[in-house]
């Protein structure tokens, strides 16, 4: 069995490309399933958040799973396969599994270290639970992750003082006005990121803060915290002109704000600049906004040049988190490939079992005139000598390396006990290919 992990994030697409493949929650249940329906799939699981889409799936033939949901990125961004698949990434078992671990652990986030993707992790696997595409190995996987999450969190400073996507927001708002005190800021959205943009600006000054949300509860709830003032989203236009500094994390599938809105509300700001800043995906704010006088327009791509000159703080606590993570996927990997021995041992077990009794049956029309404690002595003898024969055979499959070292002992194995299935032809390249994703995994 093997575990494939395809997708693409900030490092690979640009937003434009990153939004065409956002997923809604309510539409990731029927997706998993249509996946799991493939003959190559046996599990699913996505990941989708601002900055990555990413699909986790399990197999027994890579090549095959990887095409379906390289297929399935292509119809979701209604694009051409070759102009999707530039942008896509694809790792196989090993590879696969390391990826996931840094990704949960942020080691793979826009914002080195951020904790907010643990529990977006978290979330994908619920979801994969919920639409019962999540088996066996899937549930150890994840499991696995949240662990080596946590210790490369609490064992490295990876996760002490971390900086998130709304904290380079208020850093990148400070590069335009300097000081933020007095600012007036509008928030659209009332979830995490907006919930986080809150406590930066509020600690850095801003002093006067409105919450725009499509639920007008929520709105509230989060005004409430922050001595602010809600409002709904079609409330908008009368508070435009009173913002200085406008973030916008909402759900919405369209632009909330367009260029004839911000236009009205800096031509009543009479030339005072307005900093608005996107991190939606897809995105909130019409780009063409970014063209009228004043207004300063980001999008969450625009956060790298915040975000690069935070890194290099945090590289000696990332180079830790990896060796911790090295460290438990290779945990997870010997487990893995004990899936693939398990039913190979039972096999040889069983094999040497129906010999062991047909070479006893044999023996015993020589044996007649032995007693039944004589019996049950050769008996004894005959299942003694079968294990001390086979027990160096078994240790070594019970706990093979998780390379292409382990996958050549498990054919040997296969052969030297004349259990190797008869490939028919045509299919001994499938089996070939398979092999060679081991290897590209390893390296």
Not at 1 to 11: D, T, V, Y
Not at 45 to 72: F, G, Q
Not at 94 to 102: E, G, P, Q, T
Not at 359 to 381: G, H
Request: proline share 3%; net charge negative; aromatic share 4%.
């Amino acid at each position: 069995m093997r575990i494939c992990h395809i997708g693409l994030n900030h490092k690979t697409a640009p937003v434009e490309m990153r939004e065409r493949l956002a997923v809604p929650e309510a539409d990731i249940a029927e997706i998993l399933q249509a996946r799991v329906a493939h003959p190559a799939i046996r599990e699913a699981a996505l990941l989708s958040t601002c900055n990555r889409v990413e699909m986790t799936v399990v197999t027994h033939d890579p090549d095959a799973a990887i095409a379906a949901v390289h297929e399935w990125f292509a119809d979701k961004a209604a694009m051409a396969l070759d102009q999707v698949c530039e942008h896509l990434y694809s790792h196989t078992t090993n590879s696969a599994v390391r990826h996931l671990f840094a990704v949960a652990s942020g080691l793979d986030s826009l914002v080195l270290g951020e904790p907010q993707i643990l529990g977006q992790v978290k979330l994908s696997y619920e979801h994969a639970l919920a639409a019962g595409t999540a088996g066996h190995v899937l549930h150890r996987l994840y499991q696995s992750t949240f662990a080596a999450a946590k210790r490369a969190r609490s064992e490295t400073g990876i996760g002490k003082q971390a900086v998130n996507v709304s904290s380079c927001a208020v850093e990148l708002a400070r590069h335009i006005f300097g000081d933020l005190a007095g600012k007036t800021v509008l928030l659209m959205g009332a979830g995490e990121m907006a919930e986080l943009a809150a406590r930066h600006l509020k600690g850095n000054g801003c002093t006067d803060i409105l919450v725009a949300n499509r639920t007008l509860k929520r709105a509230e709830n989060l005004a409430m915290e922050f001595d602010g003032h809600a409002l709904t989203l079609d409330q908008l236009p009368d508070y435009l002109d009173a913002a200085d500094i406008l973030l916008s994390s909402t759900g919405a599938r369209t632009f909330v704000l367009l260029p004839n809105q911000i236009k009205a509300a800096m031509k009543k700001r009479h030339g005072q600049p307005m900093f608005l800043v996107d991190i939606a995906v897809p995105r909130d704010i019409d780009p063409r906004v970014g063209e009228i006088d004043g207004a300063y327009l980001y999008d969450i791509d625009d956060l790298q040049q915040v975000v690069q000159g935070n890194l290099e703080n945090r590289q000696q606590e990332a180079a830790q988190a990896q060796a911790i993570l090295e460290e438990e996927a290779r945990d997870f990997l010997r487990w893995l490939k004990s899936l693939e021995s398990v039913p190979l041992i039972r096999t040889i077990q069983q094999q040497m079992e129906v010999r062991r009794n047909e070479e006893l049956n044999k023996a015993r029309r020589y044996l007649k005139d032995l007693s039944d404690e004589q019996m049950e002595a050769v008996e004894r003898f005959s299942r003694a000598l079968m294990k001390r024969y086979m027990h160096p055979t078994l240790r070594t499959l019970k706990s093979l390396p998780d390379d292409i070292e382990g996958d050549l002992l498990m054919g040997a194995a296969t052969r030297l006990f004349d259990l190797e299935p008869e490939i028919e032809p045509g299919n001994h390249l499938r089996v070939v290919r398979d092999k060679e994703h081991d290897e590209h995994a390893t390296g």
